[in-house]
């Protein structure tokens, strides 16, 4: 049995904006931004609304939203997991929480040496499904 931790997870105050969103837009999607434009914010983008490449990777998904990565910068957070809130302030240029007065933002924890050791059997996807 594997008992893998989650590699991406959310509060219940970005699973309920996550709803909100989803309500006005439809289906969701994040991508971990890598610093470029709006810093490292995770972006939420209408699914599908973002090309996702082949070097990108798929951690898991909040509620239904799938939440990728880049593949270079997972190699740095692959030991920690991303716990994805909302607090005060501004999202992203191009990211649907932009104007809503609240913004997503990752928090992040290390996994411990058997978690860890528990993910080696549960390589990252890069299934784009």
């Known amino acids: 049995m594997n008992l893998a931790p989650e590699r991406v997870v959310a509060t219940e105050a970005a699973l309920q904006m996550i ?6 837009h439809g289906p969701l999607m994040f991508f971990q931004s890598g610093g470029c434009c709006d810093g490292s914010a995770p972006m ?3 699914a599908g609304e973002f090309d996702v490449s082949d070097t990108d990777v798929c951690l898991g998904n909040l509620d239904g939203a799938l ?4 593949l270079e910068q997972f190699a740095y957070w692959e030991h920690t997991q991303l716990i994805i809130d909302v607090v005060a302030g501004n999202g992203g240029m191009f990211s649907l929480d932009n104007g809503t007065g609240r913004r997503f933002l990752t ?23």
Not at 19 to 24: D, E, K, S
């Open 19 to 24: 709803a909100g969103l989803r309500g006005r």
């Open 67 to 70: 939440f990728y990565m880049g």
């Open 44 to 46: 939420c983008y209408p």
């Open 107 to 129: 928090r992040s924890r290390l996994f411990t040496d058997e978690e860890f050791l528990a993910l080696a059997n549960s390589p990252v996807a890069t299934d784009k499904k």
